[in-house]
T-cell receptor
Framework: EAAVTQSPRSKVAVTGGKVTLSCHQTNNHDYMYWYRQDTGHGLRLIHYSYVADSTEKGDIPDGYKASRPSQENFSLILELASLSQTAVYFC??????????FGPGTRLTVL | KTQVEQSPQSLVVRQGENCVLQCNYSVTPDNHLRWFKQDTGKGLVSLTVLVHENDKTSNGRYSATLDKDAKHSTLHITATLLDDTATYICVVGDRGSALGRLHFGAGTQLIVIP
């Protein structure tokens, strides 16, 4: 079973501040993904990556940046956090599409 | 526009009862459909995946069906346990390659009471 960890598990940020969410996987998966989950809605893809040092935009990339410095690590960056970015964020990794293994999530509250 | 609709939104059953969760979708093409279980505050764990027209799968007390013509899937949980309390999420993949996207339903919240 793939091991995907996220940090922090929860965070409170102020509007306009910078937030970095981190994801780490230990199974040498090439693909990594960032999703957000809002109450009453399905997960939506923000950014993804097929290989280290490269990222791609997902369906809702506005207001987010991503960084993949190594195969194991994938970060999501909110340069100027806004109220609308309050959500639960999930990281996932996969060896091959479409199977994905999800982390436990990070609950972000922007005040 | 939501392309994956799940019903009911929430469901309460007594331990030992059976239940059925529904998933209707409009995703095209529909390469595969997967059911996930999400415990409160946890990540998504895959229960089963359906790929072919009229596929049926079984994983312990969980069984699922897929009707690609109707773009409809059901997840059956037999003899529910308290640990089945969770949100069940239906996900449709539009391709079987890295070019594809996963389309997530909002989930059905199942609560199992003693």
């Amino acid at each position: 079973e793939a091991a995907v960890t996220q940090s922090p598990r929860s965070k409170v940020a102020v509007t306009g501040g910078k937030v970095t969410l981190s994801c780490h996987q230990t199974n040498n998966h090439d693909y990594m993904y960032w999703y957000r989950q809002d109450t009453g809605h399905g997960l939506r893809l923000i950014h993804y990556s097929y290989v280290a040092d490269s990222t791609e935009k997902g369906d809702i990339p506005d207001g987010y940046k991503a960084s993949r410095p190594s195969q194991e690590n994938f970060s999501l960056i909110l340069e100027l956090a806004s109220l609308s970015q309050t959500a639960v964020y999930f990281c996932a990794s996969s060896e091959r599409f479409p199977e994905q293994f999800f982390g436990p999530g990070t609950r972000l509250t922007v005040l | 526009k939501t392309q994956v609709e799940q019903s009911p939104q929430s469901l309460v059953v007594r331990q030992g009862e059976n239940c059925v969760l529904q998933c209707n979708y409009s995703v095209t093409p529909d390469n595969h459909l997967r059911w996930f279980k999400q415990d409160t505050g946890k990540g998504l764990v895959s229960l089963t995946v359906l790929v072919h027209e009229n596929d049926k799968t079984s994983n312990g007390r969980y069984s699922a069906t897929l009707d690609k013509d109707a773009k409809h899937s059901t997840l059956h949980i037999t003899a529910t346990l308290l640990d089945d309390t969770a949100t069940y999420i239906c996900v449709v993949g539009d391709r079987g390659s890295a070019l594809g996207r996963l389309h997530f339903g909002a989930g059905t919240q199942l609560i199992v009471i003693p």
